[in-house]
Nanobody
């Protein structure tokens, strides 16, 4: 059973930066996983923020383009999300998501992912 562990959340002021990490130490064939970051701010629906597939193609929601960068290190079974120039609207609980044995395009649809982390809180104050 694959488990995902997020870290790196915290509180920053507007304009600041944070780096989130998602580790999957028990994953077999991690290089075949499609990965993504989602965020949730109740009562809104969970929103896809950034995704990366096994071919390293990336996809971002428009609101974070130019500010966030998603990357992965298959040898370390780790995905990261570098978040710069943070805004108050970036506040939320960020979740790491995975889809094993995936050869699809990068996706920001929650229904495309089968494994989820516990989430890490990001709070941006203005």
């Amino acid at each position: 059973q694959v488990q995902l562990f997020e870290s790196g959340g915290g509180s920053v002021q507007s304009g600041g930066s944070l780096k989130l990490s998602c580790e999957a130490p028990s994953a077999d064939s991690y290089e075949e996983f499609c990965m993504a970051w989602f965020r949730h701010v109740p009562p809104k629906e969970r929103e896809g923020v950034a995704a990366i597939n096994n071919g390293l193609a990336t996809l971002y929601v428009d609101s974070v383009k130019g500010r966030f960068t998603i990357s992965r290190d298959n040898a370390k079974k780790t995905m990261t999300l570098q978040m710069n120039n943070l805004k108050s609207e970036d506040t939320g609980t960020y979740y790491c998501a995975a889809r094993p044995r995936c050869w699809a395009r990068a996706s920001l649809r929650a229904s495309d992912f089968t494994v989820w982390g516990q989430g890490t809180q990001v709070t941006v104050s203005s």
